[in-house]
Nanobody
């Protein structure tokens, strides 16, 4: 059973940057496709980004494309989310999770993921 722990969140001004990390324990992350989601107060959890097992393929929500970059270091058993040009609407709790299957079909649906971490708060002030 893999356990995921997110870190790197915080308070930043609009236009700033943060780098989130998702560290795994229990099993190697290289086995799984991984994803980042976020949830703002009163809203549903939404897809942010996903990455294939080797990192060769990445997927992004339109709202973050060109600003966020997902990456992974399988040797360190960690997945990252580099967030640049942050906007107040990026404010949310950010979660990482692993795919339940070995495909990326409907990669944007939260139901396709499991082993959710506890989340890390990102707050962007205007």
């Amino acid at each position: 059973q893999v356990q995921l722990i997110e870190s790197g969140g915080g308070l930043v001004q609009a236009g700033g940057s943060l780098r989130l990390s998702c560290a795994a324990s229990g099993r190697t992350l290289s086995t799984y496709f991984m994803g980042w989601f976020r949830q703002a107060p009163g809203k549903e959890r939404e897809f942010v980004a996903a990455i294939s097992r080797t990192g060769g393929s990445t997927y992004y929500a339109d709202s973050v494309k060109g600003r966020f970059t997902i990456s992974r270091d399988n040797a360190k058993n960690t997945v990252y989310l580099q967030m640049n040009s942050l906007k107040p609407e990026d404010t949310a709790v950010y979660y990482c999770a692993r795919r339940k299957t070995y495909t990326m079909d409907s990669y944007y649906l939260a139901d396709g993921y499991t082993s959710w971490g506890q989340g890390t708060q990102v707050t962007v002030s205007s």
